[in-house]
């Protein structure tokens, strides 16, 4: 299995403008999980899906940040509009059950200017 | 509040010199705890889960050990590969299926 797969790795974008970050879970895991991962705060869990359906989006910052997860094998992240304090390291996860391992993600490096 | 604190925050071995890492946990009802490592650029990678105290697991030079309120990372002669930064996590049997991270330790090991 590929493990999942994360893009892009790096993006950098100007200050106000949509970012999409994008996520394919390992094949027959029924949860998906987005982190977030920055110095200050560390590995912070967004939003988390259970057969494609958000479960707890507790996490998500403000109303900028929306997540979407249209079929098993795809699920997107994004912002807009996009401010600096948003710069970080975004991981996607995924778990074959509840309670399970969660295998992450390379990551997308986000810088935003 | 459910809380996960690692500690030290940096360790710096000489190789073949064993040590432990700490993670403390406060949480409402332990339904796993996990160590993953974490090398730079790159995502966790999962190591252990450990579910009920008194258990232990072991992968090579890693010894993962387990109470109700601390997890110890054992790590027995440790080489400059095993430099990275090791990360413990809880979730709690309320509140939701939500994965708790600590800060994590930073490692390194010196030839």
């Known amino acids: 299995d590929a493990g999942v797969i994360q893009s892009p790795r790096h993006e950098v974008t100007e200050m106000g403008q949509e970012v999409t970050l994008r996520c394919k879970p390992i094949?027959?895991?029924?949860?998906l999980f987005w982190y977030r991962q920055t110095m200050m705060r560390g590995l912070e869990l967004l939003i988390y899906f259970n057969n494609n359906v958000p479960i707890d989006d507790s996490g998500m910052p403000e109303d900028r940040f929306s997540a979407k997860m249209p079929n098993a094998s795809f699920s997107t992240l994004k912002i807009q509009p996009s401010e600096p304090r948003d710069s970080a390291v975004y991981f996607c996860?995924?778990?074959?059950?509840?309670?399970?391992?969660?295998?992450f993600g390379p990551g997308t490096r986000l810088l935003v200017l | 509040e459910d809380q996960v604190t690692q500690s030290p925050e940096a360790l710096r071995l000489q190789e073949g010199e064993s040590s432990s890492l700490n993670c403390s946990y406060t949480?409402?009802?332990?339904?796993?705890l996990f160590w993953y490592r974490q090398d730079p650029g790159k995502g966790p990678e999962f190591l252990f889960t450990?579910?009920?105290a008194g258990e232990e697991k072991e992968k090579e030079r890693l010894k993962a050990t387990l109470t109700k309120k601390e997890s110890f990372l054992h790590i027995t002669a440790p080489k400059p590969e095993d430099s990275a930064t090791y990360l413990c996590a809880v979730q709690a049997r309320t509140g939701g299926f939500k994965t708790i991270f600590g800060a994590g330790t930073r490692l390194f090991v010196k030839a």
């Open positions: 450990l579910y009920s």
């Open positions: 949480v409402s009802g332990l339904r796993g």
């Open positions: 094949s027959g895991h029924d949860y």
């Open positions: 996860a995924s778990s074959l059950s509840q309670g399970g391992t969660q295998y």
